[in-house]
Each structure stands twice: as structure tokens, then as C-alpha cells.
């Protein structure tokens, strides 16, 4: 099996490098990640400037691939370009924060995993649930590769992509895994105006702690529980219960 790994967090995070070697003993696995810290990117793509992937060494030695661009840049860079074999799985993560409810829009690290599925290649997003400094992320890289070796059997459906999240507490404390749908979670946000020396304005965009809607059967809730949350997250956007109504509009009538 081959797998293409790449993250938001940067070549050197922590998360990136547990995984690789969780992959190293089912898989030939190839790295390709952006040179530095990439979080909340969401699904941008880079087309006013050339892309580069710098060969450099991970800790253990093996070879990988820093690039200039964001994670869903990655991901083309390794499809298209880096990888000469066929890729089997993409794999983004596994980050440092989780990735829950409406986060998804922001998230360069599910963002990654959309576009391998974009591509056709199964892909996972993964996640631990957490923003202290000292993350544990053997659990994580454990279940995700218990997860890719599923898949060799069971296929997702075509354009579903799994967005994993995984509470960080220890294993003892998991209470077990839940198949979820995505939940609420609103970010209040803050804008403050400020003036740099020169009496020029400039803004800071901030925000509160999230404000989560604990409804049962979604990931927040989940996580909250400490349960694992793997929620199949489909590409179609479309809000298919809204068609009939706007076709009910009149639309023909704009026209006149």
C-alpha cells in the first residue's frame, strides 16, 4: 500500500512524524507537507506563484518533501507529481487541535483529505482534541492505521473522505469510537482595531473559546464524552431538503 502523508501543522510537527512511523511498518509512505505552520487555511490552493517541494530529512532520516504551499497544494504536489506510484490513501495529520463541526470550513488538515478525495484516493483526516502543548499522539497513529488497513476492504463510498477525531486523555479514558455527523460549534470572534507607529490602522482577529452545540450523535458531543469521533464527511455540499423550495420561487420571473 502506498500512502501520502501531509499535514497544517508543518514538515517538523510532532503529529506528522508519529504517523509516518505508525505507517513505516504497513505501507510505503511518502511525505509532502508545507515548510511551516499552516492552520486555518481551509481548502486554498496556490496559483499566483510557483510551488516548490525541498527534499529534507525527517528525525528518523527518511526523505520528505517541504513545500511552500498549503496542505491541499500537497496533496496535488504528491498525486501529481513527487509520488510515481499509484497512491492508495492520503492520510492529513495527525494535528495538533481538533478539527469539529463547522471547524471543517476552516481546517487545512480536512481540507488536505478533500483533496485526495477530489482525486479519487481514499482519504482520512485525523485529529487530536487538544491545544495543550504536550500532546500524546500513539492512540491516534494506532487507530488511523488500524482504520487505512480496513480499507484495503472496504471502500468509502465515492467523494467521502473520514474526519477523525481522537480526545486526548489517556487510552484508559476512551470510552469508545462513534460514527457521528458533523455538529455546531460557533466561534463568537473579536475584531480589535489597532495603529502601528506610523498612525496607520490595522485590525487583529481574535475569538473566544468555542461555543459548542452538544446534540447527540455529532462529533463535538462525542469528543466531549470522550468518545472517538469518525464522522464520513461528503463532498456534496448541496442542501438537496432546499432544491424544492427554491424551485418553488419562481425563478423563471427574475428573467422578465
Known amino acids: 500500500m502506498n500512502v501520502l502523508i501531509t ?147 472496504r471502500k468509502l463510498p465515492e467523494s467521502t473522505l473520514l474526519n477523525i477525531n481522537v480526545p486526548a486523555v489517556p487510552a484508559s479514558e476512551i470510552k469508545g469510537i462513534m460514527a457521528t455527523k458533523v455538529g455546531k460549534r460557533r466561534y463568537m470572534g473579536s475584531l480589535e482595531k489597532r495603529s502601528d507607529p506610523m498612525g496607520r490602522d490595522y485590525y487583529w482577529l481574535g475569538g473566544d473559546l468555542p461555543v459548542d452545540s452538544l446534540d447527540e450523535g455529532t462529533d463535538v458531543k462525542a469528543i466531549a464524552d470522550n468518545y472517538i469521533s469518525i464522522t464520513p464527511v461528503h463532498l456534496d455540499l448541496t442542501d438537496h431538503s432546499a432544491l424544492d423550495s427554491i424551485r418553488s420561487w419562481g425563478l423563471d420571473n427574475l428573467l422578465d
Not at 507537507?33 to 510551488?51: E, F, Q, V
Not at 491545544?131 to 487505512?148: E, G, Q, W
Open 7 to 153: 499535514n497544517d501543522d508543518g514538515i517538523h510537527a510532532e503529529g506528522l512524524y508519529v504517523l509516518k512511523q505508525a505507517f513505516d511498518s504497513i505501507a510505503n509512505v511518502y511525505v509532502v507537507a508545507p515548510d511551516r505552520p499552516r492552520s486555518a487555511c481551509g481548502h486554498s490552493i496556490t496559483l499566483h506563484k510557483p510551488l516548490r517541494a525541498d527534499r529534507v530529512p525527517l528525525r528518523d532520516g527518511s526523505p520528505a518533501y517541504a513545500s511552500n504551499g498549503t496542505p491541499s497544494d500537497c496533496v496535488s504536489l504528491g498525486l501529481l507529481g513527487i509520488v510515481e506510484e499509484k497512491v492508495d490513501l492520503v492520510v492529513s495529520g495527525i494535528n495538533h487541535g481538533p478539527n469539529l463541526g463547522w471547524d471543517l470550513t476552516y481546517s487545512g488538515t480536512v481540507s488536505a483529505a478533500m483533496e485526495g478525495a477530489i482525486s479519487g484516493v481514499q482519504s482520512i483526516a485525523i485529529s487530536v482534541a487538544t491545544h495543550k502543548p504536550s500532546v500524546d499522539y500513539t492512540v491516534a497513529a494506532k487507530l488511523c492505521v488500524r482504520i487505512a488497513q480496513m480499507l484495503r476492504e
